[in-house]
């Protein structure tokens, strides 16, 4: 339903303009006052670098081949743009996940009904440690050093989270200067980040502090084993150290290269604003491939109107801009190189399209080193994506983690959930996208299976579907173990939080696309993102942001789908048919008498009347009976239909003639009674299917007579399975 | 005698033979109709009346999600119906096994019901103890050899640095468990075999003089074994060609399937009667 838009119109208004300029202009005088006040140093950073965030970074860091380490320092700036007084700082320190069996990640990956145990053999570890850390006028802040553990269950031991003391606490406004040492022990590959020979992948990598949140403190989480991650927007300008032979793939700009023949290395220099995490990979055997992605090509003008003409926006508001693009791949996989321009300028276009241009120059797309483990996984401005040596037509792989992957840059990348404590944020909202964009540029795909890497999609024609489908599947067989809305680390299982977070979000997410129709939600999901644009959204914002659009109060549906384990399934229970009778049996008070009507009497009256009608009986199709169909349904589920958003109900009759009715769906069940002169074909509740979420979409329709082919073939096909198991096992014996 | 022609007299004999089909066939049937019946009965309750009943017809996500979900709460029934019958179903071919080698190897007789289950019987406690010794050989190719062949290919996938020397090396690996695979189970054959033509109760004193015979024809008894085998594959791959080009809608493309599969189950009957007459056949021609 197309719905006023007042948010939008603001944007379009030139006062709204005025108003965002004034902020602008405010937050730059404010930050201007900050600077004088910095604490501990001047203020440098806006002096020629183009500092746009009150979160800084400058990383120098050497990558140690022989040894597997790195060497790094650190200058940090932070702004307290809250009004609290903040007396301490907390730090991710990731890779001490890595460290021992301590820490939370191993101790959870062991834990209850986890199947990923994470086994790291001897030699293998990894750690970070800061050893030294200063503030800009160099008092030491390193005796204050503590590891913290905060999230419960508790696991002391861990060492993912460090927390310093300031000497005077920063005060609202006021900067503070850090200057670190780290150095770390690059992890032989266990979540992400590692190397395998001389290939890396680093990513999580550097002493990061948390997100200070105004009347609540520091937002620091464990490394958990199911949840990522969560931090300020900043800008960065990173050094990068290595091998001159080796090939360098980086978060952000690069800007600079410089040579050292001597030492045979090179540094790489990198720098981004704007963005809140920061990897980067190196290996020899990359091959580094530079494409551009230039909008005037790939988006048409009938495009760009139609998809402005869907979200109610000016033609220049859905303007993309042109991206450099960089994929650093595996050598063996060089004839997939087109491949993976292909599906990354897909996501580029149709992201850009719906949800707003991509905002900075670069995306570097990785084919990730062989054995790091770190495939199918987003950084700002990079990701990863992975792929088999030998990629089948069919199976939209790598496509599908290069749109996945590279859609985390718009879902966490700038609206920045926190991944710890509501993972479907972006997990769920780009399963959900990645779905539609391969949906329309690619069509259903198949399921790739593989024997020792060779395709078995060759052979075997395997079904291909949507990505709805398959998420469907998952979505109801997880809903009665957690809410969607659960901290990550608090799921009942790794399964849980994958199936919760991503498929039955994103399940959730088409389920309210087609309750909403695709335009009302395509104007959602157009405003969340540019409302929440780098900055850190609650699942209460999108909320807020459905309601604003929609101009209804939709609440309840996120209660019933995301915050509860309800399973909704509507079904029919019962459907009948029957003929009405024109003579009733019984005892009956005429003119003041009792007259007994028989059954003998009323067939004696039936065939009269039907010689009455004309020698040959009824015409053909008109029996001049009457039948009365009932239909009975029930809310088998737990969950509900909002009242505003009533189930239809259809019945179809055999004449071809159909009536719709509508059920609010509050009560368990209801039944509906429709008389007619033909008897019910079959019946059908939400015969549009809005409710895919509905676990059982099998008793939403209830045909009088069975038509059982489809239930032959299924069964053909599995006894022909059968015997072909039985003979097989016949050949052992 | 040359493989090939030993190969064509196999052939002859399996096409004697061809009322043990029949009788194969059958079993084969009843078994695999009593093991899917009742998750047959349970998807026509669940589909038999609803639209989406017509969706069955090929795999799809919606209603396969939908069974797991409503019968995720009875795999172990559903894995023991199915596992059980599975497994009588490989005793019951101890027993037939003695009827199918008894019967081609009584060259000329015509089989029937009295003579085919005669041989069952008659060979049924050879054979009980010949499938003991089976399962040992399993144990040393899958427990054993299996170690062995992949230790061999280890050193090569642990230095890997990109997955093309593990692709290569794993389906190697693959190959070559196979091919032993191969030879275990021809052996095991000809130990029926040499029971059955010798009449010998000596399951063990068989088994050893066995080793020794294929031991002296080994190239010639692997050969006419393997192309038994490829013939078993070709069939298989024109079985999925031939089933591309059928039609797909309606009744009587429903049936045509139906019955190009039960052809097909035929021909892998029809590949073991002629494992089991060219073993015969080699046996006769070269024993001592």
Redesign the interface.
Known sequence: MIMDRPDLKRLKNPGGFLRRAVQVVLCLAVSAVAGVMTFGAQETASQGTGWTSPLRYEIWVELDNARKMLWAREDIVWQNTTQDTVPDMLFHLYWNAFKNEKSTVLQESKQGSNLRGIEVKDGDWGWIDVVSLKLADGRDLLPTKEFVTRDEPAHEGDQTVMRIVFPEPVKPGESVSLKLEFESKVPRTILRSGYYQDSYFIGQWFPKPGVYQEGVGWNCHEYHLSSEFFADFADFKVHITVPEDFVVGSSGKLTSVTKDEANKKATYTYEQSRIHDFAWTASPNFIKVERDFIAAQEVTPQEYEDTARMLGLAVDEVKLSDVKMTLLIQKQHRSQIDRHFKALRTALKYYGLWYGPYPYETVTMVDPPYRTDSGGMEYPTLFTAGTAYFPTKDVLSPEGVIVHEFGHGYWYGLAANNEFEEAWLDEGINTYSTGKVLAKAYGPGAMGFGFNGIPLNWFIPFPKGYDHEQNRAAAINIVEYDPVLTPSWKFYSDASYGLNVYMRAATGLVTLERLLGQETMARVMRTFHTRFRFKHPTSGDFIAVVNDVTGKEMSWFFKELFLDTLNFDYGIASLRSEEKQKHIRGVFDVEGKKEEMTGKKIKELEEKESSEKGGGGPKSGDTGKTYVTSLTLRRFGEARVGKEAPLKVLVVFEDGTEESRVWDGQARWIKMDFEKTAKARYAVVDPETVWLIDSNLANNSYRLKAVRSGVWHLAAKLLFSVQNFLQAVSGLM | MGIIKIFGKGVRTAAQNSKMLAYLWVI??V???L??AP??LL??K?????????????????????L???Y?NIPQAIAGW?LIP??L???L??F??GGIIGRVAAEGEKVTLQNFFGDCGRYFWRFLRV?IL?VIG?LLVFGILFSLIGAAFKPWIKS?????P??IA??LR?LVFLLIFTIV?MYFDYVKVSLVIRDSKKVLSTALSTLGFIGRRFVKAWVLYLFVGILFIAFTILY?LAGKVLPKDG?AA?LI??VW?QV??WL??GI?LLFFSTESHFYKLNKA
Do not use: C, M, P
């Open positions: 084969n049937f078994f695999a109709s093991i899917i998750l047959f998807i026509r669940d589909f038999g009346h609803s639209l989406l009943g017509g969706t069955l017809r090929n795999l799809g996500f919606t209603w396969l999600g939908e797991i979900y409503k995720q199915f599975a497994l179903f490989g005793f071919y101890i037939l096994n499938f089976t399993y890997a640095s990109n997955e093309v593990t692709i794993s389906n693959t189970q999925f009744l429903f399937a139906f599969g097909y189950i892998r009957i073991k």
